[in-house]
Structure formats: structure tokens, C-alpha cells
């Protein structure tokens, strides 16, 4: 487990791929049981040390996730990220067109290759989820059930086979990102269930919570966190260069 960054009413770490945030169904140990270890150890708490999840990340997904250290900044850092004023961005590393995936007439699909670099495109969709599956599908119309969805991405890094993507949510729907993108014939590599042509060898899929930016909810100082890269030389080759 990685300490991004702490203070003494959060904590942000970087969570591997494979990692969960919270204990679910599998009974695996949980990326909260262990930073309430540390915390636990790092201050000699003689009880159990008080940790709030108040975002998730996907399992096969790495990055950074913020926990809350004290009740105060549960209750606000809650409500923050219900009414959005938290800013996360994530990269995604993504199949080239035509390398696999169902490529749709959506209009953002069709202009990027002509649109000028640095370009931001915006891709809506209407999500229908099938819990049975633990998938989305998308709609370029709205459906019965469906739910409205919209982010915005550029490209900042290419390769021979791959392409780096830059992504704002502007919406938070189950599997947003990952459904989306194949939608519109740009699967994340290593992601089976939407359409990857094959998976990663350690079983992630190629996204990244790469940065987080809020006014932290009780010294209200803006805090704006990177993630460090995953240990791959494919995303350290698509990576832009730290000025």
C-alpha cells in the first residue's frame, strides 16, 4: 500500500489493480482494512481506527482513492462527491480504431482523427445496467431504465497499437468510462468485458485514477493530487513528459 498523501482528516493512497476499496462478497481483505492497519500501527491506536469510504474504485482498476480519517470529513467529503466537487481524472489506455472493438457512428468518433491535437471531445450515451452481467450497455438514444451519461477525453499520448486518453467524468455511472469508450470502438486495454481483443497479464485493465482536486473539507486549501504511474513500460512509454 502506497501513502499519496495524509493529513489528520484524510488519506489518499494509490490503490493496485486487483485491489478492493471495500469488503464485498469474495471475502478478500479490503484496501480499507489496511490503511486502517497503518493508521493503526503508525499512531498506536489501541482500538480500531476510524476510516471512511466515500468513493470506489472498479477492482481491475488502479489508482488514487481518499478515505476520511475523522467523522467530519466523512459527512463532508460525502456530500462533496454527491454534489461533484470533486475533480478526478483519469487516463486510459485504449485500443487504436479499427484494432478491435465495435466501432459506432457515434459524431465524436468520427472527428477525432481530423480534430486539431489537445482537442477535447465529448461522448453521451444512455446506460442501461444489468446487474446480472455486473456490465453496461450503451445507447445513443434514450431507453426505458437508462441513465443519462457524458464525459469529455483527449488524446495525449500515441503509440504503434495504443493510444493514451485523458478523461473528465461529468457524469458517475456504473462502469462509465469503460463502457462508454467501447461504445464509440476505443476498448481499454486489458478489458474483456468491453470488447479488449485480449486481457492483461496480471488481469487489470489499463485505467488509471490518475488525479484528484478538491477544497479539502475542513481547511478549505485546495488540494490537487497525482497518482504515480503503474509499473509497466507500456504506459511509461504513452505517458507525457513532467514538464
Same mark, same amino acid.
Given at each position: 500500500m502506497q501513502v499519496v498523501y495524509e493529513d489528520n482528516h484524510l488519506i489518499i493512497v494509490y490503490k493496485e489493480s486487483g485491489e478492493i476499496v471495500q469488503g464485498?462478497?469474495?471475502? %478478500? /481483505? *479490503?484496501? =480499507?482494512e489496511l490503511v486502517k492497519d497503518y493508521l493503526k500501527e !503508525?499512531?498506536?491506536?489501541?482500538?480500531?481506527?476510524?476510516?471512511?469510504?466515500?468513493?470506489?474504485? %472498479? /477492482? *481491475?482498476? =488502479?489508482?488514487?482513492?481518499?478515505?476520511?480519517?475523522?467523522? !467530519?470529513?466523512?459527512t463532508r467529503l460525502n456530500k462533496m462527491?454527491?454534489?461533484?466537487?470533486?475533480?478526478?481524472?483519469?487516463?486510459?489506455?485504449?485500443?487504436?480504431?479499427?484494432?478491435?472493438?465495435?466501432?459506432?457512428?457515434?459524431?465524436?468518433?468520427?472527428?477525432?482523427?481530423?480534430?486539431?491535437a489537445d482537442t477535447w471531445h465529448t461522448l453521451t450515451h444512455w446506460l442501461v445496467r444489468n446487474e446480472k452481467q455486473n456490465k453496461s450497455y450503451a445507447y445513443e438514444r434514450e431507453k426505458p431504465q437508462a441513465k443519462k451519461a457524458v464525459l469529455k477525453y483527449r488524446v495525449i499520448g500515441q503509440g504503434d497499437r495504443y493510444t493514451l486518453l485523458e478523461v473528465n467524468l461529468m457524469t458517475g455511472r456504473h462502469h462509465q468510462i469503460r463502457c462508454q469508450l467501447s461504445a464509440v470502438g476505443r476498448p481499454i486495454k486489458g478489458d474483456l468485458k468491453y470488447g479488449a481483443r485480449r486481457s492483461n497479464p496480471d488481469g487489470s485493465i489499463s485505467l488509471l485514477s490518475h488525479k484528484v482536486e478538491f477544497v479539502h473539507p475542513v481547511s478549505k486549501t485546495l488540494i490537487s493530487i497525482v497518482s504515480p504511474l503503474p509499473d509497466d513500460t507500456l504506459w511509461r512509454a504513452l505517458a507525457p513528459r513532467e514538464e
Open positions: 464485498d462478497k469474495t471475502g %478478500d /481483505r *479490503p484496501l =480499507s !503508525k499512531y498506536n491506536k489501541p482500538g480500531e481506527a476510524f476510516l471512511g469510504v466515500v468513493h470506489r474504485l %472498479d /477492482r *481491475p482498476v =488502479s489508482g488514487l482513492v481518499v478515505f476520511a480519517k475523522t467523522s !467530519k470529513s466523512l462527491f454527491a454534489n461533484g466537487e470533486v475533480h478526478k481524472t483519469y487516463w486510459a489506455v485504449v485500443e487504436k480504431k479499427g484494432q478491435g472493438g465495435e466501432v459506432s457512428a457515434h459524431p465524436s468518433s468520427c472527428t477525432e482523427a481530423t480534430a486539431p
